[in-house]
DNA sequence: TTGCTATTGCGAATCAATTGCAATAGCTGT
DNA sequence: ACAGCTATTGCAATTGATTCGCAATAGCAA
């Protein structure tokens, strides 16, 4: 977890100023647990700071993520929507439950592996990798299975 | 490779018909080893048909969707464009370059390995999995380490 | 050939995200 | 504390991929 006054000098480092809409959506963004897109950061800042306006938001979440502060995240098959968390999180991966919705964490070191054994083959390098995976939690695949008969 | 015959016969299965249309967008999804967006689809269909409208694209791309017959595919890491490719292929992951832009197709089981690992260990059911890597090719590799420096 | 209805072309609408611009407000140096 | 530079904001308009409504057209089964 960042103090405020080192990511402020982070900031600052890089030519930029500490607002109180930032900080706004700073703290947002530090306290959930969630994965919030720009709509539902936007829905939350509002209620403190009611003149904050939805660019404002967007142009703040691409500053954080040029930071390197929070990672990009899309869910779902049809992701068109982008939705955001903190990067001091351990590498992970997402599991979509169609039914309910829910975000599942998935941790594991084959999609590392499969980087590592790509870039040996073929002199490649990574910088970045999007996985997310579909399905339906253990709660909800009883219900899809009576769905589809 | 489905002949014809069989496809026209899928889709009037499916209570659908055979139109100079989706005949014409077929044949370049049949004929291209590559991975097309709609645009693209469109621009190619588009020399033959001059009268074709890009909705027709959309919704033939989206029918063949429904029938398995193409793939919906994301590249790089801000997919906002949706990209297709035939189904009979094995099953394979893609690795984007940024600097020429060249999708390498990467074969690994270690992708499904980590959705059987998952499964068994909460009992969700996968659906799909969307994977996409992203990095320099080898030939790229250098001329962004200068780019960087 | 007829009739039903799936499909098309067209333009308008969506929807998330971005941008241009004038007004505002951080921050640095004095 | 002040002045000045310029990053940032709010607002409205725009983009760009994709979808939708609708009337006209055209597959296809009988």
């Not at 829905?43 to 040029?66: G, W």
């Not at 073929?122 to 909800?140: D, Q, S, W």
Request: overall charge neutral; charged content about 30%.
């Amino acid at each position: 977890m960042e103090s405020k006054n080192s990511l402020e000098s982070r900031l600052r480092a890089a030519g930029r100023r500490m607002t109180p809409q930032r900080k706004l959506i700073l703290s947002i963004l530090d306290q959930t647990g969630d994965h919030l897109d720009a709509e539902e950061v936007y829905r939350r800042a509002k209620q403190q700071n009611s003149n904050l306006n939805i660019a404002t938001v967007y142009r703040t979440l691409s500053i954080l993520k040029d930071m390197e502060l929070i990672e990009q995240r899309y869910f779902a098959r049809d992701h068109n929507v982008e939705y955001y968390e903190s990067v001091n999180k351990g590498e992970h991966y997402h599991f979509t439950c169609l039914g309910c919705r829910k975000i599942i964490e998935v941790e594991t070191p084959k999609i590392v592996q499969v980087q590592k054994e790509f870039s040996a083959l073929t002199g490649a390098k990574f910088t970045h990798a999007c996985v997310c995976f579909e399905g339906y939690c253990a709660n909800c695949v009883n219900d899809e299975e009576n769905l589809t008969l």
